[in-house]
């Protein structure tokens, strides 16, 4: 059985690079796009009709999505040894994180929440591998040099305390 992923954000930098990635190494890939006015898929466009890539149109705070995606790769891959799904979507601006707080929270920290929750209840949850992308301003204010993995939390702003967030939850649920 060939490998599968499901990546949210799969239209941002990291997201598409990742895709190109996986597609390279023969994995079927299913991508979270959220809808907007203008639909945003240049750093994708050289692989957007590749036969093993699918798009779904969604966000990481709509739950009844990300059930409905997770449910989707269920069936179509019944044989399904192992699903991974990389959650790279957040509202990564630093600055608009100030401007808009509650998105940010509702975006990067609640719909991780929701993304778990979604893998909980799909009744595969020893078949799934989780991937959390994380950021270093989580660390915001320096507590010390080098930093390490002992160095303290310290986010200075909504975007680092919500990726914060997300990391606590994933720590949690595993």
């Given at each position: 059985m060939s490998k599968v992923a499901f990546i949210t954000g799969v239209t941002?930098?990291?997201?598409?690079?990742?895709?190109?990635?996986?597609?390279e190494k023969e994995y079927f890939v299913h991508g979270l796009i959220r809808r907007s006015s203008s639909i945003n898929t240049n750093r994708i466009e050289q692989i957007f009709h590749h036969p093993h890539l699918q798009l779904h149109y969604g966000d990481v705070t709509d739950s009844s999505c990300l059930n409905s995606i997770i449910s989707l790769i269920k069936n179509k891959y019944t044989e399904l040894n192992r699903l991974e799904i990389y959650n790279?979507?957040?509202?990564?601006?630093?600055?608009?994180?100030?401007?808009?707080?509650?998105y940010t929270a509702e975006t990067d920290g609640v719909g991780v929440l929701k993304i778990l929750e979604s893998i909980k209840s799909s009744g595969y949850v020893d078949k799934i591998r989780f991937y959390q992308a994380s950021t270093s301003e989580m660390f915001g204010k320096v507590q010390e040099v080098p930093q390490k993995e002992t160095t303290p939390f310290y986010p200075r702003s909504p975007y680092g305390v919500a990726k914060l967030y997300a990391h606590?939850?994933?720590k949690n649920y595993r």
């Open positions: 941002g930098q990291d997201g598409s690079y990742l895709t190109e990635l996986l597609l790279l979507a957040a509202q990564s601006h630093v600055q608009v994180s100030f401007e808009m707080p509650e606590w939850i994933t």
